[in-house]
């Protein structure tokens, strides 16, 4: 059971959602991001310290805390949720890993959110295949120079700060690869902006070029042969509040779609009176609670520090296919009224497409569950 600082937390969390998120999400959906004040906000709740320690200014929070924030975040705009757990993943991270001197400098403005920071791995050439990463890191006095190209990055159009996963090894090895903290603002980084049909403008999707950009020593976070295992325990931990968010996604419409057809009369009745239209929602809320289950199996398991490898990848690719399959039934179940921007339909089902390309195709993930067996009785 949660206890009194994560009940708080949380319903700051939702308040923000509900004061701040909802009334602009439709805007940002046409490709205005949001402002600065919007992080302030966020940062005024904690978003962007939950894990961190208290030592260091955060709340000192669990993964369940993160993951529940995302899941409230995400039913009011999954592109806002997911900018916001970025940068509060590179700010755990340098708790965990800067030295204490690194950390004082840069954690008070990514806490405040006078700062948006993202953590780099997809490259033109390697996507779900870290260890096809060609950015390279070379030795040189005083550090290292990085030089490569990083694409299809959470906050890279206005981050400051990025992780930055390279290569310093032979190509192809994961032992190889190390992690630096990277100062975006840096001459020999170039960043820009990518943007397509469904608006990018809230998750802040962008990329970089490093041509020759020096990196100080006290800034590799992670040296080779520690990142790798880093990047894959990340991963796990993102595809469950991934698959958390799509999950409340899909909540957010049920509910909508609920009420709608409660108060909607059509041939004398309400909707909701109509068995035909009700069967589609109630196949939505048995799909949905099989899907909020594995979450919190994953959560938990995540907890218990398991081996959640499989957990987490079926949590995302059955969420994700939940999200995908009934958002548009939700939408259809609320006939044209359901375009409506006051409405979050379409927002969603764009943003189902873009969780099914993050943390892991759903390609990869299957390749991977089919070799899974999650029989938990002996039979």
Sequence with gaps: MADEATRQ????????????????????????????????????TGLLRIEVPDALGGLGLGF?????????LAASDFGLAMALVNTHNVAKRISQSASPELARSLLPDLLAGRASACT?????????????????????????????????????RHARHAIVYAQTGQPGQGAGIAAFLVDLTNPGCTTFSID?????????TGGFRLDRCFVSEERLLL??????KAILEEINGARIYVAAMCCAMVSSALRMAQAYGEARQTFGKPLMQ??????????????????????????????????VRHLAAAAKVNAVTLAQRELPVLLHAMGAEGLRETYPFTRHIG??????????????LLDRLGRWDPTRIEL
Aim: proline share 3%.
């Design 9 to 44: 937390f949380l319903a700051g969390v939702r308040n923000f959602a509900r004061d701040i998120v909802n009334p602009r999400a439709a805007e940002w959906s046409a490709g205005s991001g949001p402002d600065v004040a919007v992080f302030a906000a966020a940062a005024g």
């Design 64 to 72: 369940r805390a993160k993951v529940e924030a995302c899941a409230i």
């Design 120 to 156: 780099a791995l997809t490259e033109p050439g390697a996507g779900s295949d870290a260890a096809a990463m060609l950015c390279r890191a070379e030795k040189c006095d005083g550090g290292w120079l990085l030089n490569g190209e990083k694409v299809w990055i959470v906050n890279a």
């Design 196 to 204: 397509s049909g469904i608006s990018q403008a809230s998750i802040g």
């Design 223 to 228: 040296p080779a042969g520690t990142a790798f």
């Design 274 to 307: 109509h068995a035909s239209w009700r069967e589609k929602l109630a196949g939505c809320a048995i799909a949905l609670a099989a899907g909020w289950s594995l979450v919190d199996a994953a959560i938990a398991a995540t907890e218990r520090a398991d081996d």
């Design 351 to 364: 943003a189902a497409q873009l969780a099914a390309l993050t943390d892991g195709s759903t390609a990869m």
